[in-house]
């Protein structure tokens, strides 16, 4: 905890005073005591009895925090510095003290939720460190009251959400399912998204079916993410030919090897067409039209508009996906406008302007027609 020392409160009183043009005999007279004891103040010698401090607040227009030089936060710099200490001593120290520099590093910076959040953090990440259940229990539950606390607080909604995940991560550890489950419920993702720790938290009470719908359905929405993602990609690093069909081989690979054109073929279809455009830009014209038969007959598939989300190939369980669709297990777009917008794809992209001629070509638009 602060002491009178640490705050400096006889220097902040000398500078408070001089700044105010103020002397030593003046502020005496003010708040009832010689300019001797103002002096002593100032240099260290003595300090203000407690029943001084409202009065010296008040005459220099100040809280009572500011008078003491007590600072209800610290920066974000400060605390990562002493984050970088805490992170050191457990890789250094006997876990009794780095665990002692910890609460002390707590009782010390009281309202430091950023600080208190990667204090937690370091405990649940030194919990294989402890030598018995009984004090991974203590680990556990000390690291849950700092995010516990961080979470009631209320004030960084940024904070909040990290403290949610930190709990939700404790619970877990602690064998508890359920409370895992309640702390998760809502949240977004980060760098550990819902889902794995869901998908964890089900496991851990019994429902391995649950989890297991839990973790296909996040799969499936991160290869669509890339599906997405990667032929942008290819197209913005266009100016490096052999990088951009990197970026389409290795998302068609991927397609491939999760069967995607069974379970999503709206999507697959997209990133064939895709493939195309890149394949017709650099005159390979075979390579385009081998795709956009690929996609022509994906999209062109009736089925994939009646359910364009199919529980098939390694996707055989996507109903935790569902549960969470406004829509349903529907396509945003009608069929007639997916179509159309294929045609528009082909007919209007200078891209395929080699192809226009081209029978084939010719064949595929017609389809759509």
Same mark, same amino acid.
């Given at each position: 905890?602060?002491?009178?020392?640490?705050?400096?409160?006889?220097?902040?009183?000398?500078?408070?005073?001089?700044?105010?043009?103020?002397?030593?005999?003046?502020?005496?007279?003010?708040?009832?005591?010689?300019?001797?004891?103002?002096?002593?103040?100032?240099?260290?010698?003595?300090?203000?009895?407690?029943?001084?401090?409202?009065?010296?607040?008040?005459?220099?227009?100040?809280?009572?925090?500011?008078?003491?030089?007590? !600072?209800?936060?610290?920066?974000?710099?400060?605390?990562?510095?002493?984050?970088?200490?805490?992170?050191?001593?457990?890789?250094?120290?006997?876990?009794?003290?780095?665990?002692?520099?910890?609460?002390?590093?707590?009782?010390?910076?009281?309202?430091?939720?950023?600080?208190?959040?990667?204090?937690?953090?370091?405990?649940?990440?030194?919990?294989?460190?402890?030598?018995?259940?009984?004090?991974?229990?203590?680990?556990?539950?000390?690291?849950?009251?700092?995010?516990?606390?961080?979470?009631?607080?209320?004030?960084?909604?940024?904070?909040?959400?990290?403290?949610?995940?930190?709990?939700?991560?404790?619970?877990?550890?602690?064998?508890?399912?359920?409370?895992?489950?309640?702390?998760?419920?809502?949240?977004?993702?980060?760098?550990?998204?819902?889902?794995?720790?869901?998908?964890?938290?089900?496991?851990?009470?019994? !429902?391995?079916?649950?989890?297991?719908?839990?973790?296909?359905?996040?799969?499936?929405?991160?290869?669509?993410?890339?599906?997405?993602?990667?032929?942008?990609?290819?197209?913005?690093?266009?100016?490096?030919?052999?990088?951009?069909?990197?970026?389409?081989?290795?998302?068609?690979?991927?397609?491939?090897?999760?069967?995607?054109?069974?379970?999503?073929?709206?999507?697959?279809?997209?990133?064939?067409?895709?493939?195309?455009?890149?394949?017709?830009?650099?005159?390979?014209?075979?390579?385009?039209?081998?795709?956009?038969?690929?996609?022509?007959?994906?999209?062109?598939?009736?089925?994939?508009?009646?359910?364009?989300?199919?529980?098939?190939?390694?996707?055989?369980?996507?109903?935790?996906?569902?549960?969470?669709?406004?829509?349903?297990?529907?396509?945003?777009?009608? !069929?007639?406008?997916?179509?159309?917008?294929?045609?528009?794809?082909?007919?209007?992209?200078?891209?395929?302007?080699?192809?226009?001629?081209?029978?084939?070509?010719?064949?595929?638009?017609?389809?759509?027609?």
């Amino acid at each position: 905890m602060n002491t009178l020392q640490d705050l400096k409160i006889g220097e902040i009183i000398a500078e408070l005073r001089k700044s105010k043009c103020v002397t030593q005999e003046k502020l005496g007279e003010a708040v009832g005591v010689s300019a001797a004891a103002v002096s002593k103040w100032e240099n260290g010698q003595s300090y203000p009895d407690i029943s001084l401090l409202c009065d010296l607040a008040a005459f220099f227009d100040i809280t009572t925090d500011e008078l003491l030089g007590y !600072e209800a936060n610290i920066s974000k710099a400060a605390a990562n510095a002493i984050y970088a200490d805490l992170m050191a001593a457990f890789a250094e120290k006997p876990l009794e003290e780095a665990l002692a520099d910890c609460n002390n590093v707590v009782k010390k910076y009281l309202n430091s939720d950023y600080l208190h959040l990667h204090i937690a953090n370091l405990l649940i990440n030194h919990v294989e460190k402890t030598d018995s259940p009984e004090k991974a229990a203590e680990l556990l539950e000390h690291a849950k009251a700092l995010y516990k606390k961080v979470i009631d607080k209320d004030a960084d909604p940024w904070l909040v959400h990290q403290a949610k995940y930190g709990l939700a991560i404790s619970h877990i550890f602690a064998g508890d399912g359920v409370s895992a489950l309640n702390v998760i419920e809502g949240c977004i993702d980060t760098t550990l998204p819902p889902e794995i720790l869901k998908a964890h938290a089900l496991q851990l009470i019994g !429902e391995n079916q649950k989890a297991a719908a839990v973790l296909q359905g996040y799969a499936f929405q991160c290869i669509v993410g890339l599906f997405n993602a990667a032929p942008v990609l290819a197209f913005l690093k266009a100016n490096d030919p052999a990088t951009s069909e990197k970026w389409i081989s290795a998302v068609l690979t991927t397609a491939g090897a999760f069967e995607m054109e069974r379970s999503n073929p709206l999507s697959t279809g997209n990133l064939y067409i895709a493939h195309a455009q890149l394949m017709a830009s650099k005159q390979e014209n075979d390579k385009a039209l081998a795709a956009l038969q690929i996609a022509a007959d994906l999209l062109g598939n009736e089925d994939s508009y009646n359910e364009p989300f199919k529980e098939e190939g390694l996707f055989d369980d996507l109903s935790a996906l569902w549960e969470h669709m406004d829509v349903g297990n529907k396509a945003p777009r009608s !069929e007639r406008v997916i179509k159309d917008s294929f045609i528009s794809a082909l007919t209007q992209n200078p891209a395929f302007e080699s192809l226009r001629t081209c029978q084939e070509f010719q064949d595929i638009i017609a389809r759509f027609r």
